[in-house]
């Protein structure tokens, strides 16, 4: 195991040097960093699971609806003395490494060791690996490559033994990409759902389902403290932001020639032929395509052999058809889509059925010359060799306003994709406590975590006070222990309440929801379960 790990080592490292320059480079999803410092001062504070990043401008229930496993790795790793960019580096090369070894593990289970290397040697470095990484700075959507390879192997586990044990690993790689990244988790599903029908049929076992189907709703069990308060209380943020505009889908549609393009840049998707974009397959990996075919059609009298070309046909052609503007009917018939915004997100998809097919191309090529297997390693790291890097590298000052706490309390180039309906301007003072819209109050010992605010206020006159926080469901004012009702939210959103002449101690705490309260219960229960299962 050593030897396949220090193998699979070497594969990966060459696409990850630009990493260890002492300095981070640009992308264009550089918030990750302000995400990634909000989940650490979260979880410091004792808040879990993390639910609102407290810093971005007034409060923002991020967390409640983007997935953040990897940040919560992160914070392991910021807790061992790295800073949040180097943090940051850390994260983005361990995807890459351990989604080499998750795609080794699979297919050899699938094809041969040898077949495994080849598969790795795809997946890492397929172009599109390099735009996540390089060019787009997609951390999450990075990490989520590490449970396609993982979710199929346990899927091939619960068909070969249907074990207990099976069953709980497969819940827990369901739950693990769940809680890594939503919209992938949707674009997966159909595949996954393929891939089961593909492993149900080769048994002719039609009761498998039962198991593969008790594994996936074991994983929505325990991604249900994430899952459910972020299905339920989506109307309560303003989703226009996330599928308007630049962000509408029909904007983003893949041309057929551009699968084939050998273009590299670092500029935007836009409408049109115009993208500044990648979205290319790799020539090395469409040479392997038309070989898979080849091979197909060779050994098409080999009924199981040829099921598996037709399986993996089939859902590489699918994954492209969902990039193309000949599926914008499925794509307006499914309102849920909407929230994937670039139809070129398939590429992921499309990148990991490349993959099992090159394994399956190496285990079924009958001329095995070692020469041959090396010449077609190389060619796929020579082809994208070029792509593993950035544009240009910039000062650790750049991301100062991510990580500075004043500067993200104003807004500094913060995105508006998650702002609570309440919100109807971000443009006002900045105040970090307490203060009256009307009346007189004076403030004293004023204290401020994550999920929880303190003070003692000598109100002076009738006052409408208002709190530094957005309101969101959940938040909750006691004055002197008692719960206070609310007045309506102000026009940017905060908490405002109203007092009379007096002295008193005021706390605004951030409560579960019954739907939160339900999904934390129902985690914990499935959890009990997998530890049960595994026993």
Known sequence: MKKIILILFLITLPSLLPYFNSRFFYTQDYIFIARLQQVSVALSDGQFPVRWAPDLRFGEPIFNFYASLPFYLGFLINLLGFDYIWTAKILFMLSSFLSAITMFVFVRKLFSEKAAYFSSVIY??????????????????????????????????????????????????????????????????????????????????????????????????????????????RQFIQTKYLIVGYFDFRAHFVALKQFFSTFWGYGSSLWGLDDGLSFQIGLANWGIIILAGVLGFVNRKKKKLLSLFVFLGFSFTLSLFFQHNKSAFIWEAIPSMAFIQFPWRFLSISVFITAIIG?????????????????????????????????????????????????????????????????????????????????????????????????????????????????????????????????????????????????YKIDVKLTNTPIRSIGNILSLISIGLVVVLFL
């Open 124 to 233: 890492v470095w397929a172009p599109y690996r390099a735009v996540d990484m390089y060019v787009r700075g997609a951390i999450a959507e990075a990490w989520a490559f590490v449970f396609f390879p993982l979710i199929f192997y346990a899927s091939l586990l619960v068909v070969e033994r249907r074990s207990h044990r099976s069953i709980a690993f497969l819940g827990l790689s369901i739950s693990g990409l769940f809680l890594t990244h939503n919209v992938t988790s949707l674009m997966f599903m159909p595949f996954l759902g393929l891939w089961w029908l593909y492993l149900i049929i080769q048994k002719k076992n039609w009761k498998l389902s039962l198991s593969l189907i008790g594994s996936f709703i074991l994983g929505i069990g325990i991604s249900s403290f994430f899952l459910l308060p972020a299905l339920a209380e």
């Open 359 to 503: 394994g399956l191309v190496i285990d079924n090529l009958k001329y095995k010359s070692k020469i041959l297997y090396l010449v077609l390693f190389f060619f796929v790291i020579s082809f994208s060799f070029s792509f593993f890097k950035p544009k240009e590298y910039v000062d650790d000052s750049f991301f100062d306003k991510f990580i500075n706490i004043e500067t993200m309390r104003q807004g500094v180039d913060l995105t508006k994709d998650y702002l609570p309906v309440w919100v109807a301007t971000i443009d006002g003072e900045v105040f970090n406590d307490f203060k009256t819209e009307t009346g007189e109050m004076e403030t004293n010992d004023f204290k401020r975590a994550s999920d929880k605010f303190s003070g003692n206020v000598v109100v002076k006159s009738k006052a409408n006070i208002l709190a530094p926080i957005t309101y969101f469901p959940g938040w909750q004012v006691w004055v002197n222990g008692k719960i206070l009702p609310q007045q309506s939210p102000s026009s940017m959103g905060l908490i405002s309440f109203e007092l009379l002449p007096g002295s």
